[in-house]
């Protein structure tokens, strides 16, 4: 596993997005354990990948009717019950399904004495039925619901080291508590890294994000979704967390299915998928800092109640409340200082105190 992962891109990317941060330095031995540690608490999912850092799947779908039934349903929802936006609630009750999933007026509606005509777009509509200190917000909800009807691209499941430490960083407009450099959690994507159970699932855009380097061009994925997922310690289940920048079910879906895959795959039986409360996911795993009492290095979406539901990959036949019995995934690891390898304890420093990114010794530096 260790000759697949291309430890100069990651020193790369972790000085770029976390060591030039702090302007400070980045020893290579921190690095090296880092990936060693990686290597042997992932080895199982890396058997489970086939020998594989990533697995990947060209993916083109679109939801069922009931789905994009829920959808919009979930898009009225969000209209703030305000007499201002009064057009706007009357209008996304007054269009079908088909109406909203392609994104076009069928026939003329009258909303009071706006008439919203025939081909017209239903973003359109949004903006004209809008006051204009709305507009923005109502037209960005109605874009990202939109964006759930269909997917088109590439998806991907992943334990390279890279895609740990931009798992929140992108070129997509979106981010969260675990980018690395300004998140509130910016140790997240390296106690993640250093677990057993975490693989970071998203979908890529063609175009990476590029970054330069002490002079040298170096590229990672452009992820335009992300979702976290979990593997118990014997391959026996999975289960998946909060999606970014919005929930998609036909993404989440597909990671669900690319986990039934593998598992059926590596155990030569039938695997099903299942979608669970967050209570439920919590009770199927093991939270790192609360177990261990440590310092909290990571924002728990799970245990934090973030998000309702989440896909849950088990054996055909198995209860889910059987998996509390198995050994279950541990989620976050400690973290230490990149310049002395040191315990850090802020969850917003990737250096320690007494380090603090500045007393560091050249010699020491990437």
Same mark, same amino acid.
């Given at each position: ?22 302007? +400070?330095?980045? @020893? ?8 060693? =540690? ?5 080895? %199982?999912?890396?058997?489970?990948? +086939? ?49 909203? /999933?392609?994104?076009? #007026? ?29 507009? %923005? ?7 990202? =619901?939109?964006?759930? &009807? ?16 931009? &798992?929140?960083?992108?070129? @997509? ?8 450099? +300004? ?21 890529? @855009? ?7 380097? =002490? ?14 997922? &979990? #593997? ?5 289940? /999975? ?49 790192? =800092? ?17 998000? /309702?539901? +989440?896909?849950? #990959? ?20 400690? #973290? ?10 802020? @969850? ?19």
């Amino acid at each position: 596993m260790k000759d697949l992962i291309n430890e100069r891109a990651f020193t790369a990317i972790l000085k770029h997005y976390g060591a030039d941060y702090q302007d +400070g330095s980045l @020893s290579p031995s921190v690095v090296s354990e880092m990936l060693d =540690a990686h290597v042997t608490r992932k080895a %199982h999912i890396f058997k489970l990948f +086939g020998g594989k850092l990533k697995i990947e799947k060209e993916i083109e779908t679109t939801v069922d009717r009931n789905t994009a039934f829920d959808i919009l349903r979930n898009l009225q929802n969000q209209i703030p019950k305000e007499k201002k936006l009064f057009f706007v609630r009357s209008f996304l009750s007054s269009i079908s399904i088909e109406e909203f /999933s392609t994104n076009v #007026v069928a026939k003329d509606i009258k909303i009071f004495n706006t008439v919203i005509p025939k081909g017209m777009k239903v973003s359109k509509a949004l903006t004209k039925l809008c006051l204009p200190e709305y507009a %923005h917000d109502i037209t960005t909800k109605h874009s990202m =619901a939109v964006q759930q &009807m269909t997917t088109k691209g590439k998806l991907v499941l992943s334990i390279d080291p890279c895609d740990y430490i931009t &798992m929140s960083s992108n070129n @997509s407009g979106w981010r969260s508590c675990h980018r690395l450099n +300004g998140g509130e959690y910016r140790t997240g994507p390296l106690a993640y890294l250093r677990d057993s159970s975490t693989i970071i699932c998203y979908m890529e @855009s063609s175009k990476p994000c590029e970054i330069t380097v =002490a002079s040298k061009e170096y590229t990672h994925s452009n992820k335009t979704w992300r979702q976290i997922a &979990m #593997v118990s310690p014997n391959l026996d289940f /999975s289960i998946q967390e909060r999606q970014y920048p919005n929930e998609n079910t036909i993404n989440a879906n597909e990671v669900a299915k690319a986990f039934k895959e593998l598992f059926e795959q590596y155990h030569n039986e039938k695997f099903k998928v299942e979608s669970h409360s967050t209570d439920t996911l919590n009770d199927l795993h093991i939270d790192y =800092a609360s177990e261990n009492d440590e310092y909290r290095y990571y924002y728990n979406d799970i245990s934090n109640e973030m998000f /309702s539901q +989440g896909n849950v #990959v088990l054996r055909e036949g198995q209860n889910v409340s059987v998996l509390e019995t198995l050994p279950l995934p541990i989620k976050g690891e400690e #973290v230490y200082c990149l310049n002395c390898g040191e315990g850090i304890y802020d @969850s917003d420093s990737l250096y320690c105190e007494d380090c603090d990114c500045y007393d560091c010794d050249e010699e020491d530096e990437w």
